[in-house]
């Protein structure tokens, strides 16, 4: 299963408030970052699932221990969500599983030092990667 998908069925299972999903936080040490305070682990039937939810928006997020908390710290700052919009009774599947956009790592209307000519075949090259 993708990470699309998997991301669909833990946001139905939300949506439903099925039982076999469950949320905690990582046990707090000396180590642990404060934008834990935010998120919550996703755990479907006590298995630990590789995705975190923002208390804030209930948006889904991908993370592997392995990779750090920087992605998490990025949506943290992002979050604009007001109170109400946080209900998820009033949010459709799709809104949980919102997509991160390109044009939130890289934008095109700040000046670059890398010349044009690499920059347009680096476009090319992630455009035919994704399609």
Known sequence: MNLFEKKKKIAYLMKNEDKSIAFYKPEK???SYPVWESFNIVVINNVRQEMVCCEK???LLAYRARDGT???AKHQRSCQ???D???TDNRSVKDLVKQTQVTEYCSSKTS???PIIIREKVKIACTEFTA
């Open 70 to 72: 920087p992605s998490l």
């Open 112 to 114: 670059h030092s890398v």
């Open 81 to 83: 969500t007001t109170d």
């Open 57 to 59: 928006c209930k948006q």
């Open 29 to 31: 040490s000396l180590k």
């Open 85 to 87: 919009a946080s209900d």
